[in-house]
């Protein structure tokens, strides 16, 4: 089976643009979290959506978005991007909301 | 604000020798969970113990746990060069559906 698929792999965008990220959790999971992790720290909650709804969200401004489609991928959404956005952005999925975690491989933004 | 604290923040040792990272936390759990993670990409899950286990063993690994203390340890055994890489520990609180990650150890085992 496929593991969690997340696009793109890298990303370079301009300070105030927007950017979405995707991810495609493994086949059967109900549950996308997205997390970001900051060169030198460990990953940090963004959000959880099950059953595209979410569930749970983590301590980050308003300009941080996410949905989850029926086909359970899941968008990450971010807009006027700020120097410090910049980082590796994990999807997991898992079956259920308290379910073990797969992570995806992330997609590495980089905000000039 | 993460809730772990890995100690040390950097280990280096000989392939064959014993590893052990430590994590601390500060809110009650309801489990923790230790990753890997190869130069800076995705995390793989290595194992999981619940706040009512004190010890988990898999394959060269050995994971403790100390609840009154609120700690954890990681201990590769005859490591190898391919051990090289950060090691995260991660808890679930009680209540709660996220994990909270802390900063990680690296680990460089020379061949």
């Known amino acids: 089976d496929a593991g969690v698929t997340q696009s793109p792999t890298h990303l370079i965008k301009t300070r105030g643009q927007h950017v979405t990220l995707r991810c495609s959790p493994i086949?059967?999971?109900?549950?996308v979290s997205w997390y970001q992790q900051v060169l030198g720290q460990g990953p940090q909650f963004i959000f959880q959506?099950?059953?595209?709804?979410?569930?749970g969200r983590g301590n980050f401004p308003d300009r941080f978005s996410a949905r989850q489609f029926p086909n359970y991928s899941s968008e990450l959404n971010v807009n006027a991007l700020l120097l410090g956005d910049s980082a590796l952005y994990l999807c997991?999925?898992?079956?259920?909301?308290?379910?073990?975690?797969?992570f995806g491989p992330g997609t590495r933004l980089t905000v000039t | 604000s993460q809730q772990g604290e890995e100690d040390p923040q950097a280990l280096s040792i000989q392939e064959g020798e014993n590893a052990t990272m430590n994590c601390s936390y500060k809110?009650?759990?309801?489990?923790l969970q230790w990753y890997r993670q190869n130069s800076g990409r995705g995390l793989v899950h290595l194992i999981l113990?619940?706040?009512?286990?004190r010890e988990k063993h898999s394959g060269r690994l050995r994971v403790t746990l100390d609840t009154s203390k609120k700690s954890s340890s990681l201990l590769i055994t005859a490591s190898r060069a391919a051990d090289t890489a950060s090691y995260f520990c991660?808890?679930?609180?009680?209540?709660?559906?996220?994990?909270?990650f802390g900063a990680g150890t690296i680990l460089r085992v020379k061949s």
């Open positions: 991660a808890t679930r609180m009680e209540y709660g559906n996220k994990l909270v």
């Open positions: 997991a999925s898992s079956a259920g909301t308290f379910a073990k975690q797969y």
């Open positions: 113990i619940r706040s009512n286990e």
């Open positions: 086949s059967g999971h109900k549950s």
């Open positions: 959506y099950y059953e595209k709804e979410e569930r």
């Open positions: 809110t009650s759990i309801n489990n």
